[in-house]
């Protein structure tokens, strides 16, 4: 039988039913822990979460209901399955089993393809919610990135027309001309990254359709810099990249042009007016590290424990008061994981923050 990755815990007092139960199961290639209290389980779920816990009923101590309760309290326990083994079939323990998180009882004595098929089934349907809940989050993150990178261009062009609409500029003047050059500008740049978006919403940005390959990295950070050009020139802000043409990595477009995008946006967010961002690349045996340093007012080690330790949503004003929506650090770490990368962080406050992406230099299918 071939080996499983799905790990099921078996809690039962009764030692002979605990090696009868697990002995089937093992027999299908499960990875199996066994624990013969409440108590004992639980110093388990410490260590390693199971996909499923086959829970008997009547027990000294802490019987399974309350085992049930407390599990489904935890944040991290409360979405692994519980199917009861019990030899109690009355209807006021069913609906407690049910009230208490449980999702299927067996009753004892158990036929060997029931359980098996029940183990299978609740596997699988506990799988899907899952993935169910990951699309839904995954759509919850797009939302925000949409809203996060139109949202300075469209102001851009908003500024404009109003710039235009106030009469005081002569359309035979150069400084009409060159609003209208980069009002067109802008509108073309924010059309490509809406069309780049909406193709992004139609994937649902899952990991197993991005479409990762050999790229310029160069290329997609100039399309980043583009877009946070004009808040950056708001506050006289540098932005200087040193981003060499012939440098390659191996990552999916889209979400790395996000991820370039925020880590910028955030530079210039909370950079003093006069200041600088330099952006650099060099490679090492396996990653392309593309470096982002600004001169900004840097990380305490406070917001930086609740940002990339505690995953707060924090969020705080930029140095222009500038506003943030705090998901921006989550989608960062989210996307170059997706993308089989790393992400270091140094920061001193007062002194800047320097923000270094590893991407994967090429497949590993590659010579």
Same mark, same amino acid.
């Not at 799905?6 to 809690?11: A, D, E, G, H, R």
């Not at 066994?34 to 390693?48: E, F, H, I, V």
């Not at 330790?309 to 989210?334: A, C, F, P, V, W």
């Given at each position: 039988?071939? @080996?499983?990755?799905?790990?099921?815990? %078996? %809690?039962?007092?009764?030692?002979?039913?605990?090696? *009868?139960?697990?002995?089937?199961? @093992?027999?299908?290639? +499960?990875? %199996?822990?066994?624990?013969?209290?409440?108590?004992? /389980?639980?110093?388990?779920?410490?260590?390693?979460? !199971?996909?499923?816990?086959?829970?008997?009923?009547?027990?000294?101590?802490?019987?399974?209901?309350? #085992?049930?309760?407390i599990i489904k309290k935890n944040e991290k326990l409360k979405e692994i399955p519980v199917i #009861?083994?019990?030899?109690?079939?009355?209807?006021?323990?069913?609906?407690?089993?049910?009230?208490?998180?449980?999702?299927? +009882?067996?009753?004892? !004595?158990?036929?060997?393809?029931?359980?098996? =098929?029940?183990?299978?089934?609740?596997?699988?349907?506990?799988?899907?919610?899952?993935?169910?809940?990951?699309?839904?989050?995954?759509?919850?993150?797009?939302?925000?990135?949409?809203?996060?990178?139109?949202?300075?261009?469209?102001?851009?062009?908003?500024?404009? %027309?109003?710039?235009?609409?106030?009469?005081?500029?002569?359309?035979?003047?150069?400084?009409?001309?060159?609003?209208? /050059?980069?009002?067109?500008?802008?509108?073309?740049?924010?059309?490509?990254?809406?069309?780049?978006?909406?193709?992004?919403?139609?994937?649902?940005?899952?990991?197993?359709?991005?479409?990762?390959?050999?790229?310029?990295?160069?290329?997609?950070?100039?399309?980043?810099?583009?877009?946070?050009?004009?808040?950056?020139?708001?506050?006289?802000?540098?932005?200087?990249?040193?981003?060499?043409?012939?440098?390659?990595? +191996?990552?999916?477009?889209?979400?790395?042009?996000? *991820?370039?995008?925020?880590? =910028?946006?955030? /530079?210039?967010?909370?950079?003093?007016?006069?200041?600088? =961002?330099?952006?650099?690349?060099?490679?090492?045996?396996? +990653? *392309?590290?593309?470096? #982002? @340093?600004?001169?900004?007012?840097?990380?305490?080690?406070?917001?930086?424990?609740?940002?990339?330790?505690?995953?707060?949503?924090?969020?705080?004003?930029?140095?222009? @008061?500038?506003?943030?929506?705090?998901?921006?650090?989550?989608?960062?770490?989210?996307? =170059?994981?997706?993308?089989?990368?790393?992400?270091?962080?140094?920061?001193?406050?007062?002194?800047?923050?320097?923000?270094?992406?590893?991407?994967?230099?090429?497949?590993?299918?590659?010579?």
């Amino acid at each position: 039988m071939p @080996r499983s990755d799905k790990y099921l815990l %078996i %809690i039962d007092d009764n030692l002979k039913n605990l090696q *009868v139960t697990a002995t089937m199961l @093992r027999d299908e290639g +499960y990875l %199996i822990s066994l624990a013969q209290s409440g108590k004992d /389980a639980l110093t388990l779920l410490d260590q390693l979460i !199971p996909d499923l816990i086959l829970l008997d009923i009547m027990m000294p101590e802490m019987d399974g209901f309350e #085992f049930c309760r407390i599990i489904k309290k935890n944040e991290k326990l409360k979405e692994i399955p519980v199917i #009861f083994l019990t030899a109690r079939t009355q209807t006021e323990d069913l609906a407690e089993g049910f009230n208490a998180g449980g999702v299927d +009882y067996i009753t004892k !004595p158990f036929n060997r393809e029931e359980l098996l =098929i029940r183990v299978r089934n609740h596997i699988e349907l506990a799988a899907s919610r899952k993935k169910i809940m990951e699309v839904n989050l995954s759509r919850d993150k797009l939302y925000s990135v949409i809203a996060h990178d139109i949202k300075s261009p469209f102001s851009n062009i908003i500024m404009m %027309i109003n710039a235009i609409a106030s009469g005081h500029l002569n359309p035979a003047d150069d400084d009409f001309r060159e609003i209208m /050059a980069t009002l067109e500008k802008t509108a073309v740049e924010t059309n490509t990254l809406l069309n780049n978006l909406l193709e992004f919403t139609r994937v649902q940005i899952s990991a197993s359709l991005l479409n990762p390959k050999q790229l310029p990295v160069n290329t997609v950070m100039q399309e980043a810099i583009m877009l946070l050009k004009s808040n950056a020139d708001r506050k006289n802000i540098t932005i200087t990249s040193e981003v060499h043409d012939d440098i390659t990595g +191996y990552f999916d477009e889209i979400t790395i042009g996000a *991820v370039f995008r925020n880590i =910028i946006s955030n /530079a210039v967010k909370f950079t003093h007016e006069d200041g600088s =961002i330099n952006i650099s690349a060099e490679t090492d045996t396996d +990653y *392309v590290l593309v470096k #982002f @340093r600004d001169s900004g007012v840097g990380i305490s080690e406070d917001v930086f424990r609740r940002i990339f330790i505690n995953n707060e949503n924090y969020t705080s004003l930029g140095t222009g @008061r500038e506003k943030g929506s705090g998901l921006g650090h989550h989608l960062i770490k989210d996307f =170059i994981n997706r993308n089989n990368g790393k992400l270091e962080i140094k920061s001193v406050p007062g002194s800047g923050t320097e923000v270094i992406v590893y991407l994967p230099l090429m497949t590993t299918e590659q010579p």
